[in-house]
């Protein structure tokens, strides 16, 4: 159900936050910093599934030089530390020792997800390891992270769209929706 600027998705209804063409406009700066940044390095982009799908798509496409990609998953445990989430990578399929590292991911909300990430990672003994993400909500950040390469820094509110989901739905929309005050 669309009426103007506002989507339902699922039980919840959204409005017009960012649209195709802001979006557009972030990931090719985005990708032309890093086409300058990593000349000579032959990154490995690794994007983090789902979220990440389109903008790692869109992103990718605008890198204009040798490059290597290869997708991770994040799986979740319930219960097995008190009040936490245990996350694992899953599915690397490329060495990443001594190489350059690109993690794209969608947004960074609390940075647990991507410091789990990155401490994983540590271990292979990467040459660098380098975020790039579109979205963060600096007012939920939790722990401390270097984030070089930010799309948009955006209010502390849920959004979905552009590959992001609010409960398995709205990857789908070209454009960003920010939750409805209701
Ligand atoms: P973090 O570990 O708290 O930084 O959470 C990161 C993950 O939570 C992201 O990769 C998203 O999958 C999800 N997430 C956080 N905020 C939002 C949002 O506003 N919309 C959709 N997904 C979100
Ligand atoms: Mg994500």
């Keep these: 159900m669309e009426k103007g600027e506002t989507v339902q998705v699922g039980d ?91 993690v794209v991911e969608d947004i960074v909300d609390t940075g647990l997800t991507m410091k789990h990430l990155m401490e994983s990672f540590s271990r292979m003994k990467p040459a660098s390891i380098t975020i790039v993400t579109l979205f963060l909500k600096p007012d939920a950040l939790k722990v401390e992270l270097s984030l070089p390469y930010v799309g948009f820094e955006i209010p502390y509110k849920f959004i979905v769209g552009y590959g992001l989901d609010y409960n398995g739905l709205g990857r789908n929309l070209a454009d960003i929706y920010q939750k409805a005050d209701s």
């Excluded at 490995?44 to 990718?60: K, Q, R, Y």
């Design 12 to 102: 919840l209804f959204f409005s017009k936050f960012i649209s195709r063409d802001e979006i557009r406009t972030q990931v090719l700066a985005l990708a032309q910093r890093i086409n300058t940044d990593l000349k000579g390095k032959d990154p490995v982009f690794i994007p983090v599934l789902n979220g990440s799908f389109i903008f790692a798509a869109d992103l990718i496409r605008e890198v204009d030089i040798p490059c290597e990609v290869s997708f991770v998953k994040m799986a979740s445990y319930q219960g097995l530390q008190t009040g936490g989430t245990i996350k694992e990578v899953v599915g690397l399929q490329v060495s990443i020792t001594g190489r350059h590292v690109v």
